[in-house]
């Protein structure tokens, strides 16, 4: 069945010798926890030395979001060749922090998202609804729209490779976790809009994260849930022992 994927996103933290330093420490405590896939996504700069660190463990790097372009005038951007060059492996594609700060739509969301898997790279799409939309109780139509609207010309061969992470926006380093309830129900529905774009099957096999204040404390609930497949990671992450208790509660 799914696979669990519990995946780090490390944002704007970490050097290349911290990046070294952490995955050091960290592979010895996930050895053979083998039960989900480990993932780390990195600044770019960490990328290739986090890939030496990890080469030989279960920890499988990524970086943190990607180009559309295979190359060109597009200054401060990188693309999916160069990422995959550096042996990169997974890229998250659509954080609500870029859609935030940096004016990524749905539209551009899906256009790297489908350059991402061109190239082979393995996608963590994010998407979520923020507050006003949670209070509003439109939740559903949100992360519905955004599922069609991301995946739109991803067939269902490229779909194998795409992990879908559900990131409520008022919930990402607010300390305020949605309810393992709220997680379960959104994702569900997520998944239900996977089944009507690809079919029943598809939407059995695809991972769909969580993502929002998990931790070592909460982790264990929200995964216990049947449409939560994993967990998409920020804070947490940044601390060996508590991504390692997370590791450890999905194992
Ligand atoms: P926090 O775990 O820090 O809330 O961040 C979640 C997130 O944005 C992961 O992509």
Not at 77 to 88: D, P, Y
Not at 153 to 181: C, F, H, M, N, R
């Amino acid at each position: 069945m799914r696979r669990t994927v519990i995946a780090g996103n490390w944002k704007m933290n970490m050097t290349p010798d911290a990046t070294r330093a952490f995955i050091t420490e960290l592979a010895p405590m996930v050895e053979g926890m083998n039960k989900c896939d480990i993932v780390l996504c990195v600044p770019y700069v960490d990328i290739g030395p986090a890939v030496d660190a990890a080469r030989g463990t279960n920890i499988h790097i990524g970086a943190e979001n990607v180009h559309f372009a295979k190359s060109g005038a597009y200054t401060g951007e990188i693309s999916a060749q160069m990422l995959c060059a550096v042996g990169t492996e997974y890229v998250i594609v659509g954080h609500s922090e870029r859609r935030q700060y940096f004016g990524e739509t749905d539209t551009t969301v899906n256009l790297r998202a489908k350059a991402a898997l061109d190239a082979g790279l393995k996608v963590i799409l994010c998407l979520g609804d923020v507050k006003e939309e949670r209070l509003a109780g439109i939740t559903d139509e949100v992360v519905r729209m955004q599922t069609k609207l991301d995946l739109a010309g991803i067939d269902a061969e490229q779909l194998k490779s795409v992990i879908i992470a559900y990131e409520p926006v008022w919930a990402i380093g607010t300390g305020l976790t949605a309810t393992p309830e709220q997680a379960d129900e959104t994702c569900g529905v997520i998944r239900h809009a996977i089944a009507e774009l690809y079919g029943e099957e598809a939407a059995e096999e695809i991972t769909i994260q969580y993502g929002g204040s998990m931790n070592d404390q909460n982790a264990e609930e929200l995964l216990s849930k049947v449409n939560v497949d994993g967990g998409l990671i920020g804070g947490a992450s940044l601390k060996c022992d508590k991504f390692t208790a997370i590791v450890t509660a999905a194992n």
